[in-house]
Every structure is written in C-alpha cells, then in structure tokens.
C-alpha cells in the first residue's frame, strides 16, 4: 500500500508540474514568510524598509516523507533609494522531488515611490514593476511514466517512457504591482495593503510540442495592521490571498513583536492556510538581522495519504543603514 500511495503522489505531482492549467493546481512556488520575501510577494515592496539596502536570504523544504523533499532556496538585495526610485534584484529556484524538476525565476525591480499624501507625507503609495527571466527543466530518466506500467509486474524500467519536446525551456515573463502603507510614526495603528500580478507575459510552456499552454498570471492580494499595545509591544495581523487561474491560496494570521534590550526584539506568531496548514512562526531580530523560523503542519487530505507531509521554513534578512539617521527614514513600515 505504501508504494501504491507514493505513485500515486508521484503522479499527481508530475500532473501539477505539466497539466496546472486542466489540474486545481498552483504552478508558482508558495511561502509561509512570505513578508521576509517581498520580491516574490509584490514588486512595489522593493526598497521599503528603514535603511539603505537589505539583503534576504530563505529556504523552503516541504512533502520530505513523501518523496525527496520539494526545496526552494532563494535571496533578494534591494536598495532604498534616495530619490523617488527603489531598486533590487532576486533569484529563487525550486527543486522538486525525485523527478530532477526545476523551477527558476531570476527579477530585476524597480519601485516608484513619489506619491505622498496626508500629514507630513507619511502616507504612501508606492508602484512596482518586475522583469526576468522563467527557466524551467526536468530528467526525464529519473521519472517513471503511465507508460511504462505494465498490469502484470508493475513498472516496468524497460518499456519506453513518454516524450517530450524537450526537457528544457526558458522564457520572459514581467509583473507588476502596486502598495498603499501608513508611515506615521507614534500612531496607535498603521494600515498597509498591496496588490501584484505576476507572469504577465504569460509565457509558453515549451515542453511539449504540441503544447499551447502558457504559465497563468498570478493575483496576489495581501495586508495587514500593526498595532502598537504599548512602547515594547505589538501586534500585526495580516492577511494573504492568492489566485492562479483556478487555484486559490487563502492564508490569515498575526505575529507579536516584542521589544527587549541591546538592540533585540523577539517575534512569534502563527498563520493558518486555509484547506491546507498551520504554520506557527519565531523569530529574532538584533542590530539589524533578523532571523525566522516557520513549521508548516499539513491539514489537508495530503496528510492522511503520509503521516506528517509537513514543511519548514528559515529566513535571514539584513538590513544596512546609515550611521546617521535622519527623521525621513524614521517610520513605520511593512515588515515581518
């Protein structure tokens, strides 16, 4: 029955990888930090933070129990300007399972962040776009296919294995995005809230030869509201929703944030993906890093099929400031 059950979850997979748009399946690679990776998140949070630059580090493990594990490193640096523009740069690259599956996406940003409003101009509004490259590419030899099973031995390694193509495609693909947030500093509440669209080039599946497939845009909504309880606490929650093409993402939680001496505040928090998981979250953060920890605990029916399909995340940001500060960069602003 185990082996029943791993090829059938090998199936499914390789069904989501190639066959998302006929399948209720998210192509795009999904985070629970998703704030510690603005760059995948939305293009308009490029350069907004309280500093200079910031360099962000993450890894995603996942489904290790049921195959080899589906990992997704990635880093970003972006940069604050000092006019109206914010730059940065990312590159991310999924690794899935035992079918040599990877997924990579390397963006250049760019940031408007002229629009200010209100008292003093702390309220802001601030555009983004992005642009790279998508490249995509499997090991067909270390896949097992339909084709190959033979009803009375099972799989066999020595019937042919289905064809494709290629094994190997790269395309353009662009997004954009824009971020509404309060930056007042001493307020009780400060509200922000985005929107994105990814893959708005839509690129063309180039695997198949026949194949007019092409990568379905990715919505992306998400917000939230910090609220200061006091001088050394307080609370965000936030909220997260994501649609491509038929698949939908529904993710709601709040964090803490906790002041504490030598430059030190510790942050907690849990965030609930609807039909899907848990994830409780820790973190630190001391002069300027910031560590995170997050524990995917699987509540779907992919659970039942293996115990304890969960995922794990870890995160390292590090932002570089001026010596000096001036009270322009002194605000508060979307962060996790």
């Known amino acids: 029955m185990r082996a029943i059950s791993k090829l059938m979850i090998l199936a499914v997979s ?43 580090g993450i890894y995603r493990s ?19 300007g000092n006019n109206t523009l914010n730059f940065g740069g990312s590159v991310m690259q999924q690794t899935a399972g035992d079918g040599g599956y990877t997924y990579l996406t390397a963006y250049g940003n760019i ?17 983004g ?38 094994n ?20 009780k509440m400060n509200l922000f809230a985005g929107f994105s669209a990814n893959h708005l080039t839509m690129p063309e599946d180039k695997f198949s030869a026949n194949s007019s497939e092409k990568i379905p845009i990715r919505y ?6 910090r ?24 993710m709601l939680g709040a964090y803490g944030q906790i002041k504490a001496p030598l430059e ?24 300027n890093f910031t560590l995170g920890l997050s524990y995917d605990v699987n509540s779907s029916d992919l659970s039942k099929i293996q115990k304890g399909a969960n995922s794990f995340e870890i995160s390292l940001s590090y932002v570089g400031k001026k010596k000096t500060k001036t009270p322009e960069v002194e605000f508060i602003c979307p962060r996790l």
């Open 129 to 166: 776009l992005q642009a790279g490259i998508i490249q995509r590419k499997f090991n067909p030899s270390k896949m097992q296919w339909g084709s190959q099973y033979n009803p009375l031995i099972g799989y066999d390694p020595n019937l042919p294995p289905d064809v494709f193509a290629r």
């Open 227 to 250: 609220i200061a309880v006091n001088e050394n606490f307080s609370v965000t929650p936030n909220i997260l929703y994501l649609r491509q093409r038929t698949s939908t993402e529904f």
């Open 62 to 80: 996942q489904w290790g129990k049921i195959t080899m594990p589906f990992s997704t490193p990635g880093v970003s640096v972006d940069f604050n």
């Open 264 to 287: 030190t505040e510790f942050l907690f928090g849990l965030n609930y993906r609807f039909k899907d998981a848990i994830s409780p979250y820790i973190g630190v953060y001391y002069k």
């Open 14 to 56: 390789i069904g989501c990888l190639f066959s998302a748009s006929k399948l209720n399946a998210q192509i795009d690679p999904h985070f629970s930090q998703y704030y510690m990776y603005p760059s995948w998140l939305n293009p308009a949070l490029t350069g907004v933070f309280d500093g200079d630059y910031r360099v962000t």
């Open 168 to 187: 190997a495609a790269a395309a353009f693909d662009a997004g954009a995005g824009v971020l509404y947030y309060d930056a007042e500093p001493g307020k």
């Open 220 to 225: 992306t909504l998400h917000g939230g509201l």
């Open 111 to 127: 940031a408007y962040k002229g629009v200010k409003f209100g008292t003093m101009g702390y309220q802001r509004l601030i555009f």
